[in-house]
């Protein structure tokens, strides 16, 4: 433990902050938080103790709030799924249970078992029944009815949960209820004959037959909220999953959309299976008069397309524009699925898509849609980003109009109404009003700055996007530190938050409340709140990193919780009368608690173990760089800390990382990346987490530079052994690892997993893993900030590539790899290898099989994890080395529990 007089001298030297009580209203989190650090006992963590560790994950809130249901999960895969009353405390547990949820009464919890089948709890009688052989399940929205499925045995059993009554169907392939649920479709399948009909949960002998066919019936959706139907028909009796299918409409009566005699349906394209893969884009319009779904080119044409690009010599010209792998991606765009829509009422179809244009974003009126392609604005590098432009099309008129140009991809969103486009630019936000033709600047009014100042695109991104009320009255954007309301159509333009003031940054929640039914494709969703008279907030303090939540109302704005620890997983009620959230701290397991009438009170704590056992603790250090920046780093404190000793320190890069703190980080012998602290503090390291703010053009120099930096000001802490430095890095942290190491003697060991080590062929390479793209794009406006091609500033290039001062490193390194990694090439770790190796310095390269960016393979992530604290064990504790470090056994590397 560290005394006063410590705390004191670490409070003076790390600048630690002071807020007064009075702001922070610490409350009950400082009171369920400090239980454990009260009550810490006096067992060592061994690795085989990580077992015991469990994620908290809540999963659902009822209705009426009465009821949280949530996960605690283990690395052994004894997993528990709880329902508890929030009121009463009462919990009950199941075992293996899983992907639960509770019935629109608030009467009944439906949750699947691994081993026992679907589970029926009754949340008044807490009494439990399992349908033995259910696999799956379907609530009924506004019914006590739930379908549980066998696909095994294609047996689902249908029941009534008031009536305690079931009924089971016999050879079902498909089903789903209505939006009322008071229709259950179900589709058998016997012998020789499929048949899709119509049942009354409520009385299952009253059913209606809506197709009999010898040919395949697949694919059921309903409309969000009317009685109307669609499915498809296979239009052969050929097993091919891929053979054309019939498109069928029913409300009433029957209607069926045929591609060989619809009117407007694209020659050589046909209805398939896999055109279907993304359910979103399959759906009945808002107004029932229309269908809208992808439809695919014919296998045949889809080969002959995919060879049109030279089918046995490639040709790369260099006037092209974009590298070859590129443009057959970009081909096969124009030659693959469109989005359509049948007008039931014209009886035609009508295409969305086409090949310049292969992406969409279909308004929520489902009247109007955007549509946009890629290859406007190539090749990249002339463009200086991924830009694009927005078409706007009449699907009533199929008249089409340009309504942005050179615009980001990625950034439009669409209003709940479908009244308007939003849309960010110029570092503000825009609407675009489709009934008059508008472009609307909604931020005119907001004096702060709405951008992320830190970011590698040329093009500033938003803070958020907005959020709407759901009758589109209002809708609310994020600054740099408050929150906006604006009315509409006026404008009028309302600061909801004072955190400027404060030194808070506040935002929307969006959380649970976010519209699961939007259905927009590859931009922004519409986002929702239910009501402006209930929001809540985010809140975040930049310095000292305390954050938590705040409930909002037209008269106040009082907070939920708040203080030095880290909450998230905020679940409300409609009205928002009560909400469930999760709190943790890094020494600190996750906490469950719920918050009504203005009180918070604590509903679960897990990992009731861990009071038992030693474990670290965290805080947050100010730094500044050799420009004078303020920055922030985390430093972990090693477990059974001893204010007579000094530690060994573990420096762990890579960008932002003070968003980490007081996150609970479970400790695991598969730990890649910065799940890796917590198996460094418990082993007696002290770990730093430093923020990097990056220069342009010199992304080593600055990576260094933080990164030393940082280190320097840690070191003022005398629990921290000077002598005994270690860097670790990853991806982007691989390569700052191996740049820092050219820089500084401070470091006496290293470690560097698929990180780049020379720029020049870095940059002229290309990687599956983005697309296919010269690596050219993302050195010059993406995260490595070269912002000019190699041959114009050479001299950057040199100067941040870590082979070219290889000459000047003297920690080991230990380096590693995927052979497959299709992010980084693995050979950047071989020159790496191959120089320091001519030089005869001290470094071992891994290649793991088969493995790509990140190591996915459990042994393989069980024999990287031993390794690098063996590495860190030899070269920072003087250790006796491994046979793998002395070459002993250079071939027998892999490591077991």
Known sequence: MISKTNKHF??????????????????????????YAQQQGNLVVTENDYRLWGLLTQEHLSKNGDYVSYYMTYPSGKDTLYVQNTTTLNRIGFPKGHHGAFSFDNSWFIFKNSVQGVG????????????????????????????????????????????????SFNNIIEYQFNSTGKTLAIISKTKDNYRLQLINPSNTAVSKTILSSQKEISFLKWHDTQDELIFYEAQSLSSNPESGYILHHFNKTLNSLDPHTMSGFPKDYRITKTTISQMTQYFIAHNGSQVFFPISKHSIKNEESKNAIGSEVEIWHYQAPEVFPKLQAYHSYKNSDLQGFWDIKKGSFQSITSGEHPFSLINEDHQTALVYGQTAYLPLYKYQGHFTDYHLIDLKTNSKSVILKKHPTR?????????????????????????????????????????????????????????????????????QHDVWQIDLPSLKTTKLTDGKASQLSFSVYKGSNTNP?????????????????????????????????????????????????????????????????????????????????QHKSVLYRSNPHHKNYYWGDSKIIQYTNSNQDSLQGILYYPAQFDDTKQYPLIVLPYEQQTKYYNQFILPSPFAQDIALVTNFTLNGYFVLFPDIKFRLRNLGMSAADCIIAATETALRNPYIDKNALGLIGHSLGGYETNFTITQTQLFKAAISGSGFSELFSSALSIMPGFGNQPELNYYEFGRLRMDKPFFEIQENYLANSPIHQIDKVDTPLLIWFGNDDDRVNWEQGLYMHLALRRMDKENILLIYPNEKHVLVEQKNQLDLTCKIMDWFDYHLKQQAPKPWILNSHPYKSKRSR
Request: charged share 20%.
């Open 411 to 479: 950034t439009v969103g669409t209003s709940p109404s479908g009244s308007y486009y939003s849309y960010f630019k110029d570092k503000k936000w825009w609407l675009y009003d489709v009934k008059h033709s508008q472009h609307i600047n909604i931020s005119k009014n907001i004096p702060e700055a709405l951008h992320k100042t830190i970011t590698y695109s040329k093009t500033l991104p938003p803070i958020s996007h907005p959020v709407w009320n759901t009758q589109e009255t209002h809708l609310y954007l994020s600054g």
């Open 10 to 35: 670490l409070e003076a030297h790390f600048q630690i902050k002071v807020i007064p009580t009075v702001l922070l209203l610490l409350m009950l989190l400082v009171k369920s938080n400090s239980y």
């Open 517 to 597: 039914k939007s259905r927009n494709h590859l931009n922004g969703k519409s986002l929702t709140v239910p009501s402006q008279d209930n929001l809540i907030f985010h809140a975040i303090d930049s310095t000292t990193r305390h954050m938590g939540y705040y409930h909002y109302t037209p008269k106040s704005l009082k907070p939920i919780i708040f203080g030095d620890a880290f909450s998230d997983e905020v679940f409300s009620t409609p009205d928002a009368s009560r909400l469930t959230f999760r709190t943790q701290r890094f020494n600190t397991p996750y906490t469950l608690m719920t918050y009504a009438d």
């Open 120 to 167: 029926i709890h009754n949340l008044s009688t807490q009494e439990t029944n399992y349908i033995k052989d259910g696999r799956a399940y379907q609530l009924a929205n506004t019914q006590n009815h739930v379908a549980v499925y066998n696909s095994q045995n294609k047996k689902l059993t249908l029941l009534d949960l008031k009536k305690n009554k079931q009924t």
